[in-house]
């Protein structure tokens, strides 16, 4: 399905097969455009994370290769570069499960991001500033070992030192995962503006279909390994499949587990 703006990423129809054996995506495509926020969406196993491992490379170090397809970023195949390659290109991934530097300050693990970098301190120094700015939470905390932080600070110190690469595209794996609702929403709305006034680009995968299709502007939900519906995030939000299936309700109100189960083996969206 066509997206507006010029596309930044595209993934045409690849396979991912780790251990030589194991089939994990079967021809997954999706777009990025640029100044998007794209939402992959799924239940915990679909190949969200797999997905974005794709794009930046990772899945080398955990034995799966991309067998089939391609990826491009800005027109350019990207899935034989090596992870350091990409980040210098301006594709930065945000890992599952806020990995932080444990024994380094909030602000020393800010400043791992920009070890790429080749425009001198001071610019290093005005996009601290910048992200202090978004996080000012991370600012107070700046000297606390990042260890010793709360699961939202530590949220915010990933995104934080993922923007201090200077991203055109972010990779973000999962950023409610762990999270008070609240705190949930403070980290989506911070996304929306880096998308908006820094021309961020995002791909996120995300459990919480419900608040990543408020905030995303289009949206593919794997099942599988495969993408079995994607559309326009307000057109997601009110099909009545995605709400009864993804966010638990239907016309009739709430469904129960037993009914989902039923529905799921229905699959409607694949007949």
């Given at each position: 399905?066509?997206?507006?703006?010029?596309?930044?990423?595209?993934?045409?129809?690849?396979?991912?097969?780790?251990?030589?054996?194991?089939?994990?995506?079967?021809?997954?495509?999706?777009?990025?455009?640029?100044?998007?926020?794209?939402?992959?969406?799924?239940?915990?196993?679909?190949?969200?994370?797999?997905?974005?491992?794709?794009?930046?490379?990772?899945?080398?170090?955990?034995?799966g290769e991309v067998t089939k397809g391609s990826i491009e970023y800005k027109g350019q195949r990207i899935d034989r570069l090596t992870p350091n390659d990409l980040v210098k290109l301006g594709v930065v991934q945000v890992m599952e499960g806020r990995h932080c530097f444990e024994h380094l300050t909030v602000e020393e693990n800010l400043l791992t991001g920009a070890h790429t970098r080749k425009d001198g301190r001071a610019a290093v120094a005005r996009d601290l500033e910048m992200v202090y700015g978004y996080f000012p939470r991370l600012k107070e905390r700046r000297k606390s070992q990042a260890g010793y932080t709360s699961g939202g600070e530590q949220q915010m110190t990933a995104i934080g030192r993922a923007l201090l690469a200077a991203p055109k595209m972010i990779l973000l794996d999962e950023p409610s995962m762990g999270l008070a609702p609240q705190l949930v929403e403070e980290i989506f709305t911070i996304v929306d503006a880096l998308n908006k006034k820094e021309k961020v680009s995002f791909l996120l995968a995300e459990q919480n279909t419900n608040v990543a299709l408020r905030f995303a502007d289009y949206g593919y939900i794997l099942e599988n390994g495969r993408v079995v519906l994607d559309g326009e995030a307000q057109a997601l939000r009110e099909n009545e499949d995605v709400k009864e299936f993804y966010l638990g309700l239907s016309s009739q109100g709430r469904k129960s587990f037993r009914d989902t189960k039923h529905y799921r083996r229905r699959k409607r969206w694949l007949a």
């Open positions: 399905m066509s997206q507006g703006g010029a596309p930044l990423l595209v993934i045409n129809n690849i396979e991912v097969i780790y251990d030589h054996v194991i089939l994990v995506l079967k021809g997954v495509s999706l777009t990025v455009p640029e100044g998007g926020i794209v939402a992959l969406l799924g239940a915990n196993g679909a190949g969200k994370t797999t997905t974005l491992k794709a794009v930046s490379n990772l899945l080398r170090a955990e034995r």
